[in-house]
């Protein structure tokens, strides 16, 4: 499968920005979708996470109440609405997919990785 961000840019601290995740190749509905996020000089970090229906979801503490992850299988696509976005929130966005039916916070559970869009919070 074949992943594409998008959705990134500059905005100010609490605006809200929605980040999609297009999938080709083969039925998104088959993987486990996460999305992570690396800020400059720091390791890459979960972020959320969706089992294959959209019915459980998962949330990295840093981020829960604020972002919604979700996905529609039939566009073949994943969502992750941010809200209240803080500078510390300024990181490239990846989103990954992985087939071994549950959701991993850790980058190494997920074998298919799109390039990433950039989000900038300014204060």
């Known amino acids: 499968v074949q992943l594409q961000a998008s959705g990134g840019g500059l905005v100010q601290a609490g605006d809200s920005l929605r980040l999609s995740c297009a999938a080709s190749g083969r039925p998104l509905s088959t993987y486990v979708m996460g999305w992570f996020r690396q800020a400059p000089g720091k390791e890459r970090e979960f972020v959320a996470g969706?089992?294959?229906?959209?019915?459980?979801?998962y949330y990295a503490d840093s981020v829960k109440g604020r972002f919604t992850i979700s996905r529609d299988n039939a566009k073949n696509t994943v969502y992750l609405q941010m809200n209240s976005l803080k500078p510390e929130d300024t990181a490239v966005y990846h989103c990954a997919a992985n087939r071994i039916g549950f959701i991993v916070r850790s980058q190494t559970g997920y074998e298919y990785w799109g390039q990433g869009t950039q989000v900038t919070v300014s204060s």
């Open positions: 969706v089992m294959w229906s959209g019915g459980r979801t």
